[in-house]
């Protein structure tokens, strides 16, 4: 059976290539190529990806121990050309550490299997690019 719920932000242009992207719980961020120190557009959608698969990651291992180190790079070849736009190649790297003992030990044998289900069932964002999912662009009428 399938649950559906709505997720929505509202993005507001301060100025060429400045942008404010709010949330329903009021949390705000600039973006845009012309924001000085700012994600782009581009970037956006690597840390949702980081984020999203690292969230689940974080969840299933730091119950057994607190990571001492928890780093995702997001990587992706961004393709121009006549097929327009796109990005090729997204990679994903976890570089996770886990202090000596049992409980760094039972966190690192969780790390692959969280890994997987992030990637095959639990990251809403990367399991949406990859399903390829449309995406309609509309007037407000």
């Known amino acids: 059976m399938e ?8 993005v507001t242009r301060e100025s060429e ?4 992207a709010t949330n329903a ?4 961020l600039t973006f845009g190529h012309n924001a000085p120190e700012a ?4 970037e956006l959608l690597l840390v949702a990806i980081a984020g999203c698969s ?13 990571p001492t180190k928890f780093e ?3 990587r992706a070849d961004k393709v121009s050309g006549d097929g327009g736009n796109i990005l090729r190649n997204i990679r994903v790297t976890f570089d996770l550490e886990f202090p000596e003992g049992d409980d760094g030990d039972k966190a690192r044998a ?18 949406t690019v990859e399903q390829g999912v449309p995406v309609e662009l509309r007037e407000a009428s």
Do not use: N, Q, W
């Not at 649950?3 to 509202?10: I, L, M, N, Q």
């Not at 994600?39 to 581009?42: E, Q, R, T």
């Open 3 to 10: 649950e559906t719920s709505e997720r929505s932000v509202t």
């Open 54 to 66: 690292g969230t689940d990651v974080d969840m299933m291992t730091s119950r057994r121990a607190e």
């Open 17 to 20: 290539g400045v942008y404010v």
């Open 110 to 127: 969780r790390v692959a299997p969280a890994l997987k289900s992030a990637h095959e069932k639990t990251c809403t964002v990367s399991r």
């Open 25 to 28: 719980a009021g949390a705000s």
């Open 39 to 42: 994600f782009s557009s581009v």
């Open 72 to 74: 995702i790079t997001s």
